[in-house]
DNA sequence: CAGCTGACAATAA
DNA sequence: GTTATTGCCAGCT
């Protein structure tokens, strides 16, 4: 596949991400090779169409805190759909990155 | 063509 | 411990 742009290698490694499993904008971003370009996911998710059903919900903040409340339509729905899932929080409404850091179990994409 | 924006992250105070 | 500032890269105006 060609570079359409970085989004879709953003769209691409975001799909690959299994359920009970989040990731963070900068642990993407270092994946594709930009680890200062973690703005660059959250963009990319921002723009995210409907059509790739990209889990963005399973993309989280490096702090394992959830995207802001004006994304997702409610930062509640979201986090119901990760528990849901099997993502374990803590009492404060944060993702147990410790448990549910998502890593590559994939060659190649 | 130049500057601005932004679902983040790391560092400084 | 929190709050403020800078860096970063791709897309938009």
Redesign the pocket.
């Known amino acids: 596949m060609m570079m359409?742009?970085?989004?879709e290698q953003v769209y691409r490694l975001v799909s690959q991400i299994p359920a009970g499993r989040v990731a963070?904008?900068?642990?993407i971003?270092s994946l594709l090779g930009?680890?200062?370009?973690?703005?660059?996911?959250?963009?990319?998710?921002?723009?995210?169409p409907s059509d790739r059903r990209?889990p963005?919900?399973r993309?989280?903040?490096?702090?394992g805190?959830l995207?802001?409340e004006?994304?997702?339509g409610g930062s509640e729905n979201?986090r119901m759909l990760l528990e849901n899932e099997g993502v374990t929080f803590k009492a404060d409404g944060s993702v147990d990155l410790a448990r549910h850091r998502w890593e590559i179990t994939r060659d190649k994409f």
């Open positions: 359409e742009g970085f989004f963070t904008y900068g642990q971003a930009r680890p200062k370009s973690a703005k660059i996911v959250g963009w990319a998710m921002r723009s995210a990209l963005c919900h993309v989280i903040k490096k702090t805190r995207a802001p004006y994304a997702f979201q």
